[in-house]
């Protein structure tokens, strides 16, 4: 009996901590709990998901994707390419909101991908709209120009007034920004103009970040 009762004191107290745990807040840092961002013309929170038994969605949850073509990427894409993380996406989304158009966050994926979920303050070009081979020239110069700020003079492009862009896709075993980034650095856009955020959706989802649909 004496067995039973300190069965189920140690049952209660076990509840009583998985409750306690799953109440307490998660923030982003130690410091920063949300970051508000524009999103298609309305206003997003991004925080993170405040379950603490919450999960990793499904579609990230496969360990074992073929390759190829899903296969793992390099930490250094080109030289010149910074691999930035989820602390430095949300700082490139605080200057955008706070009205710098020199940034410009872009969702590499094919739109099947992006209609399960984005990152809020994205916008989608998706890597057969570069790509030279699965593109025509007069769509990939309207990207450059009108969504990139390159300028065209006498034929050869001209990107010092271009703008710098932060390319994700689905994380690490995935090739649609990396091609992205590829098809820019051939075209001529500057090394230093780009970034790249290597954990892409998985990473973001891993950590609880709020995602939006298109």
Same mark, same amino acid.
């Given at each position: 009996?004496?067995?039973?009762?300190? +069965?189920?004191?140690?049952?209660?107290?076990?509840?009583?901590?998985?409750?306690?745990?799953?109440?307490?807040?998660?923030?982003?840092?130690?410091?920063?709990?949300?970051?508000?961002?524009?999103?298609?013309?309305?206003?997003?929170?991004?925080?993170?998901?405040?379950?603490?038994?919450?999960?990793?969605?499904?579609?990230?949850?496969?360990?074992?994707?073929?390759?190829?073509?899903?296969?793992?990427?390099?930490?250094?894409?080109?030289?010149?390419?910074?691999?930035?993380?989820?602390?430095?996406?949300?700082?490139?989304?605080?200057?955008?909101?706070?009205?710098?158009?020199?940034?410009?966050?872009?969702?590499?994926?094919?739109?099947?991908?992006?209609?399960?979920?984005?990152?809020?303050?994205?916008?989608?070009?998706?890597?057969?709209?570069?790509?030279?081979?699965?593109?025509?020239?007069?769509?990939?110069?309207?990207?450059?120009?009108?969504?990139?700020?390159?300028?065209?003079?006498?034929?050869?492009?001209?990107?010092?007034?271009?703008?710098?862009?932060?390319?994700?896709?689905? +994380?690490?075993?995935?090739?649609?920004?990396?091609?992205?980034?590829?098809?820019?650095?051939?075209?001529?856009?500057?090394?230093?103009?780009?970034?790249?955020?290597?954990?892409?959706?998985?990473?973001?989802?891993?950590?609880?970040?709020?995602?939006?649909?298109?």
């Amino acid at each position: 009996m004496k067995r039973i009762h300190q +069965g189920i004191a140690l049952l209660t107290l076990s509840l009583a901590i998985t409750a306690f745990a799953e109440d307490r807040p998660v923030g982003i840092t130690s410091t920063l709990m949300s970051v508000d961002v524009e999103h298609q013309g309305r206003e997003i929170r991004i925080e993170r998901n405040q379950d603490n038994a919450a999960t990793i969605h499904p579609d990230f949850a496969l360990t074992s994707r073929p390759c190829p073509p899903f296969c793992v990427q390099p930490m250094q894409l080109a030289p010149g390419v910074e691999t930035i993380g989820e602390l430095e996406v949300l700082a490139v989304l605080e200057q955008i909101t706070a009205g710098d158009d020199s940034l410009v966050l872009i969702d590499s994926r094919t739109p099947d991908w992006v209609a399960r979920g984005m990152i809020p303050g994205a916008i989608n070009v998706p890597w057969t709209a570069l790509n030279p081979s699965r593109s025509d020239p007069l769509t990939i110069a309207d990207l450059l120009e009108t969504q990139f700020g390159a300028m065209q003079t006498d034929g050869f492009w001209d990107f010092s007034q271009a703008k710098t862009l932060v390319l994700y896709c689905n +994380g690490m075993w995935c090739g649609q920004s990396p091609t992205n980034i590829k098809t820019l650095l051939r075209l001529g856009y500057p090394a230093h103009k780009l970034k790249w955020y290597r954990g892409g959706m998985q990473a973001w989802q891993t950590v609880g970040l709020t995602t939006t649909t298109p």
